[in-house]
């Protein structure tokens, strides 16, 4: 399985950014899978998640309400609109895959995760 992260970016505070990612080699039709970020100096954290098995969707406080996960079936790609962003949301941004579905509380949790893309920044700034 190999993820392929993209759409990072620059933006202005209450600005808008939609982060894709696409997956390859996929041995599951029912996987679960997320976005993480992490800021310098801190640990990786849960952004937003989504159950394949039935599409359900989770989201850290701090982002509900403002971001979106969602997916093209066809093109096996996952999306992140994140819409109203602050300055507190730069960080790198990782998605990630596990093979199986997962319960909501698993998404927190970065090491239940087999397959990581490679990053992509995202930098909120005036």
């Known amino acids: 399985v190999q993820l392929q992260a993209s759409g990072g970016g620059l933006v202005q505070p209450g600005g808008s950014l939609r982060l894709s990612c696409a997956a390859s080699?996929?041995?599951?039709?029912?996987?679960?899978m997320g976005w993480f970020r992490q800021a310098p100096g801190k640990e990786r954290e849960f952004v937003a998640g989504?159950?394949?098995?039935?599409?359900?969707?989770f989201y850290a406080h701090a982002v509900k309400g403002r971001f979106a996960i969602s997916r093209d079936n066809a093109q096996n790609t996952m999306y992140l609109q994140m819409n109203n962003l602050k300055l507190e949301d730069t960080a790198v941004y990782y998605c990630?895959?596990?093979?199986?579905?997962?319960?909501?509380?698993?998404?927190?949790?970065?090491?239940?995760?087999?397959?990581w893309g490679q990053g992509t920044q995202v930098t909120v700034s005036s």
């Open positions: 989504l159950r394949w098995a039935d599409n359900n969707r």
């Open positions: 080699g996929l041995t599951s039709n029912s996987p679960s």
């Open positions: 990630a895959l596990y093979d199986r579905s997962l319960n909501s509380g698993s998404f927190y949790n970065p090491r239940l995760f087999d397959y």
